[in-house]
């Protein structure tokens, strides 16, 4: 690592020559390969941008340029360059972000790691520019389908109005069947197209053929007809420039010397402009080349040599859901899959091998697939739209209007809910279970283990005149946890013998096996403990509030924000009922949670077994201490 190790930040870069640049794009992927493999990551996007990014920071001045990154998983190499070389605690606690930082660098502008979100935000960049008279210049890199996202095309829109507004675009194209044939001419007219004087050429040519009389208005129709047949021929991409943005490309995504000359002139044209850059994922590391599913686009620790991994973590949550869809799928011919850009990651694979023409992949639009969810299943079928707890957040309002007002029977599977921990802030799925609550009608089960996925599953799919969501954890899930008997339709995990015990614990999803847990440590304190599973959270259950009434106390634990969750639900239907008993609600505080593990996440907030077990403790001394207090207090007359 002779060159990278010299490194410490971008004008590094400007003293090397083409044959050092080279040199250090393989430094690079020697590095990336060697360090993801020990730590997970996105390894195949990284693989993919080694020369763009050299290249982008030897024609733009970050930080005074804006370079942002969208999605921010392929800014390891931005990190790099950037003074940022030690990956050996990449997406662990205290080490590296596995996305963009504010708190890392002053060259990471946004924390970006939800899609399609980076045009609109260099959109605003641009025009703060423009009011404050700054020549600093907006540079957004888009890519790995997030151009797929509505956003994006609503940002373009904009973007496209103001055609002397400085605005870089790079679009990230690694779409691997994409071959165009790149040479001399594309180039020249990539050139052409962004020089004034190609500008003033088009504009004198217009007004001279409109003020020639009978002939100059069909023959400039006649001309600007087969300009643009030629340009949509030597560049697919034209209806970049249909929008209004100059278009620079296809360029190679892997050529220094061209993507430097491409971005200088995109920095120099004074307006909007594209640069369209294929690369190709997984490049240098055949393993990834040789991945079909996805070219390794997020790895978790592999072999550096065979990109094999080095454990299995067995039996995970997303497999025990992508097992039951294709039962269902073989059982109801009526049930359809929806995947907004995730087949893989949310389990919809297997089901799409098996009824490929049942499955609808929407891109990176969780709007548009929740309204074509309601379309759906007004026509007649059931769909099952898999999607990460943390993105459904992006689609509320269609989940509401669309879905829930017109009493659609979709059912929403919520992937990776709760603390997902390594991939920081912006992927913890902890607000699903509050931002839901307030949508009429809609019904969420929290499945305790691989049993109730698929139990929950198949009741929600009988739902039709109602949304439903099915959420559950990331990686491994445990063994079942049996229930000891029912209560109204909530399962008790564990009843105590005492007549009137002291507290009822409510266990919300794959918290279970840590209730029982913090059950075990209040018997050891002499207190008696129910510990029960509500099965489905919202609505919440009529047998609750009589449970709860024959309890002292009620303690509710979930992995979800506090704020408006499914303890806050519970507190309300107590009150409703008349139930004057104290509740204490645990659940993840209303901040955003740095990357750490999940255990280490949830020992920082406090979620574990002896953290909730001691605060119960103590909550229940405390009201002994009242009703001591009070039957030794003289009557008054």
């Not at 990956?87 to 972000?97: H, I, N």
């Not at 073989?330 to 297997?350: C, F, N, S, W, Y």
């Not at 499945?447 to 109602?466: F, S, T």
Request: aromatic residues 6%; proline residues 5%; contains cysteine.
């Amino acid at each position: 690592m002779a060159l990278l190790s010299r490194i410490r930040g971008p004008r590094d870069l400007d003293r090397l020559g083409p044959e050092q640049l080279e040199q250090l794009a393989a430094e690079i992927r020697t590095f990336l390969v060697d360090a993801v493999s020990k730590t997970g990551g996105h390894l195949g996007p990284n693989l993919g941008v080694v020369e763009l990014t050299i290249a982008l920071h030897r024609v733009f001045e970050s930080p005074k340029d804006k370079v942002l990154w969208d999605t921010g998983h392929q800014s390891y190499v931005h990190k790099l360059l950037t003074g940022r070389q030690d990956f050996s605690r990449l997406k662990m606690k205290g080490g590296l972000s596995g996305y963009p930082s504010q708190g890392e660098s002053e060259h990471d502008v946004i924390e970006n790691s939800h899609a399609s979100t980076v045009l609109g935000w260099a959109d605003g960049l641009a025009k703060a520019n423009e009011v404050l008279k700054k020549d600093d210049h907006v540079v957004a890199v888009i890519g790995d389908g997030a151009l797929t996202g509505g956003m994006a095309w609503e940002a373009l829109n904009n973007i496209a109005a103001a055609k002397d507004r400085p605005l870089v675009i790079v679009v990230n194209d690694n779409e691997r069947s994409y071959a165009p044939t790149i040479g001399g001419l594309a180039n020249h007219l990539a050139t052409l197209r962004t020089t004034d004087g190609y500008e003033r050429f088009l504009a004198r040519g217009k007004d001279l053929l409109e003020r020639t009389p009978v002939v100059g208005k069909p023959l400039y129709g006649t001309l600007h007809g087969a300009k643009k047949g030629l340009k949509d021929f030597i560049a697919p991409q034209g209806m970049f420039e249909d929008l209004g943005l100059k278009y620079v490309g296809p360029i190679d995504g892997h050529d220094i010397e061209a993507l430097e000359s491409a971005l200088a002139r995109a920095k120099r044209f004074g307006g909007p402009v594209i640069v369209h850059c294929l690369t190709e994922k997984g490049r240098g590391y055949q393993p990834a080349l040789a991945d079909e599913a996805d070219r390794f686009h997020a790895v978790g620790k592999i072999h550096p040599d065979t990109g094999l991994p080095i454990s299995s973590s067995g039996l995970d949550w997303t497999s025990v859901f992508g097992e039951e869809m294709v039962k269902l799928g073989k059982e109801r011919e009526d049930i359809v899959a929806i995947t907004a850009a995730m087949l893989q990651p949310v389990g919809l694979d297997r089901f799409a091998k098996a009824f490929p023409e049942r499955v609808y992949d929407v891109g990176i639009a969780e709007q548009h697939g929740a309204v074509s969810a309601a379309g759906l299943a007004t026509g007649g079928l059931h769909p099952v739209f898999a999607v990460y707890a943390t993105f459904l957040n992006r689609a509320f309002d269609q989940v509401l209007m669309d879905v829930a007002l017109h009493k659609c029977g979709v059912t929403f599977v919520l992937d990776r809910a709760g603390v997902t921990g390594t991939d920081g802030a912006s992927h913890n799925g902890m607000w699903d279970m509050s931002i839901l609550q307030v949508v009429p009608g809609l019904r969420i089960a929290a499945p305790r283990d691989a049993d109730q996925v698929r139990a929950q599953l198949r009741e929600a799919v009988e739902v039709d005149d109602a949304p439903t969501v099915v959420r559950f954890s990331k990686g491994a899930v445990g063994p079942a946890v049996k229930a000891v008997g029912k209560a109204g339709g909530m399962d008790v995990l564990r009843r105590p013998d005492a007549d009137r015990p002291d507290v009822l614990l409510v266990s919300v999803g794959a918290l279970a096996p840590m209730c029982l847990e913090i059950a075990d440590l209040l018997d050891a304190q002499g207190i008696s403990t129910t510990v029960v599973d509500p099965r489905w959270v919202k609505p919440v259950d009529e047998a609750l509030a009589p449970l709860a009434e024959r309890h002292r106390v009620v303690v509710t634990v979930e992995d979800n924000s506090r704020v408006g969750g499914v303890g806050s639900a519970i507190a309300q239907a107590l009150r409703d009922a008349g139930v004057d008993v104290p509740l204490r609600d645990f659940g993840i505080p209303p901040r955003f949670l740095d990357h750490a593990s999940r255990k280490e996440v949830m020992a920082e907030i406090g979620l574990t077994a002896p953290d909730i077990a001691r605060q119960v403790t103590g909550l229940v001394s405390k009201l002994d201490g009242r009703i001591d207090s009070e039957a030794v207090e003289p009557a008054r007359d």
